[in-house]
């Protein structure tokens, strides 16, 4: 999904002239939309990490199978996948941030529903599963457009600097994630979902009210042909690194979701660990 976060951004941006080192972050303003904007990227990384340490409880809970509690993984990250391009698309159209506030309240709404679905349905499993695709659409139109909206905003060498301050974000949100959903599964197994809403709600309103937006540029516009013409020749343009960088990304996420939530249930099952423990343990990699 990163590289996807990645082509969407390099395509939004590929007839943009080099803007002048001076500017950056001089205002006030443009430091609270940097400060905010590092939110999207924190959360977001708590769609998949915080979930996997609770896994085997929710085998356990639900009575499924390992393969069937991967599911609640799968079902988030192939739609936000999918609906990535299509949010910068329309984010080019009408603004980063009539994209993304309505993308982060679908993402928290998803979280509730999960949690909802776990409190008063007595078999919730393929409820998780349709909010957790809620959920999935609503991630796709969130982090890159944090990054696109930087682009915007943020001028000359600083540009830099604040892109670097979101994957901090995202990064501190990889060490956390595993920690603090397997804190709150000691409440009940399902308190993580419903944690999504409690965060992505007031952020969404946040962003709205705080971000600065650079205007829509009528001239900057691209049909969906254009895009998609743009995108193929970023294919293109790149085809060999792609090649590659596609397929690491496939190697780091099957580590990071495929093997964690593997060891997770070998940390439950052979070494008798309990939730907290597994949450703590699989911390590690990521630090």
């Not at 197994?189 to 992505?200: H, I, Q, R, S």
Request: charged share 15%; hydrophobic share 55%.
């Amino acid at each position: 999904m990163g590289i996807m976060k990645w082509l969407t951004f390099h395509v939004e941006h590929k007839e943009m002239s080099d803007v002048s080192s001076r500017g950056g972050m001089q205002s006030l303003k443009e430091f609270k939309t940097v400060a905010i904007l590092c939110t999207v990227p924190f959360i977001m990384v708590l769609g998949n990490s915080m979930l996997i340490p609770v896994l085997p409880t929710i085998q356990h809970q639900l009575s499924i199978g390992a393969s069937q509690a991967g599911l609640l993984i799968t079902m988030f990250s192939i739609p936000a996948g999918l609906v990535i391009p299509f949010a910068g698309l329309l984010s080019d159209r009408i603004g980063r941030k009539p994209i993304m506030v309505p993308a982060l309240i679908v993402y928290g709404i998803g979280g509730l529903l999960a949690g909802l679905a776990a409190v008063f349905i007595e078999k919730p499993f393929y409820f998780l599963l349709a909010a957790r695709v809620i959920q999935g659409i609503g991630a796709g139109g969130t982090y890159q457009l944090a990054m696109a909206l930087v682009g915007d905003v943020i001028q000359g060498s600083d540009r830099a600097q604040a892109l670097g301050l979101l994957e901090a974000s995202n990064g501190l949100g990889k060490v956390i994630s595993p920690l603090a959903g397997a804190a709150l599964a000691l409440i009940t197994w399902y308190t993580p979902f419903f944690v999504y809403g409690v965060l992505a709600l007031p952020i969404a309103i946040a962003v709205w009210l705080i971000a600065k937006e650079a205007p829509v540029k009528k001239e900057q516009q691209q049909s969906l042909r254009e895009y998609f013409q743009s995108f193929a020749e970023v294919m293109r343009e790149n085809a060999a690194v792609l090649a590659m960088t596609f397929l690491s990304g496939a190697i780091v996420l099957f580590a990071l979701f495929g093997m964690l939530s593997y060891f997770s249930d070998i940390l439950e099952k052979r070494f008798g660990l309990e939730v907290f423990q597994r949450g703590m343990v699989l911390a590690i990699p990521v630090f």
